[in-house]
Nanobody, 120 residues
Framework: QVQLVESGGGLVQAGGSLRLSCAAS????????MGWYRQAPGKHRELVAR???????NYADSVKGRFTISRDNASNTVYLQMDSLKPEDTAVYYC??????????????WGQGTQVTVSS
C-alpha cells in the first residue's frame, strides 16, 4: 500500500508565499511523474504543476513564474513553492504520484488534499 501525505497548506494574504510538501511512503519500486493539482469550489480539478523523475517540469499558464515544483527522489517527496499568491489560487491542493510497484505495475495515487486560502 502506498500513501501520499501532504503538508503546508493554510491561510495567507495576497502576495504572500506558501510551500507545500508531499511525501510518498509504502512499498515503492520507483516513481515516475509527481504533480500538484487543485480544485476550487464549483470547478473541476486542474493540473497546477508536474515534474518527471528526470526533473522536467510543466506548469499551468496561470501559475507560471509564480510557482516552482521540485522533488527529492531519495525521499520520494515533491514540493510546490508558491509565491505572489492571488485570491484565485484559493483551492484544495492535491498531490499525485505515478508509482511503480515491485511487480512493475504503474498506479496513480493521490494525497488527501490540503486547503490553501489566499485573502485579498
Amino acid at each position: 500500500q502506498v500513501q501520499l501525505v501532504e503538508s503546508g497548506g493554510g491561510l495567507v494574504q495576497a502576495g504572500g508565499s506558501l510551500r507545500l510538501s508531499c511525501a510518498a511512503s509504502g512499498i515503492i519500486f520507483g516513481i515516475n511523474a509527481m504533480g500538484w493539482y487543485r480544485q476550487a469550489p464549483g470547478k473541476h480539478r486542474e493540473l497546477v504543476a508536474r515534474i518527471t523523475s528526470g526533473g522536467s517540469t510543466n506548469y499551468a499558464d496561470s501559475v507560471k513564474g509564480r510557482f516552482t515544483i521540485s522533488r527529492d527522489n531519495a525521499s520520494n517527496t515533491v514540493y510546490l513553492q508558491m509565491d505572489s499568491l492571488k485570491p484565485e489560487d484559493t483551492a484544495v491542493y492535491y498531490c499525485n504520484a505515478q508509482v511503480i510497484t515491485t511487480t512493475k505495475r504503474l498506479f496513480d495515487y493521490w494525497g488527501q488534499g490540503t486547503q490553501v486560502t489566499v485573502s485579498s
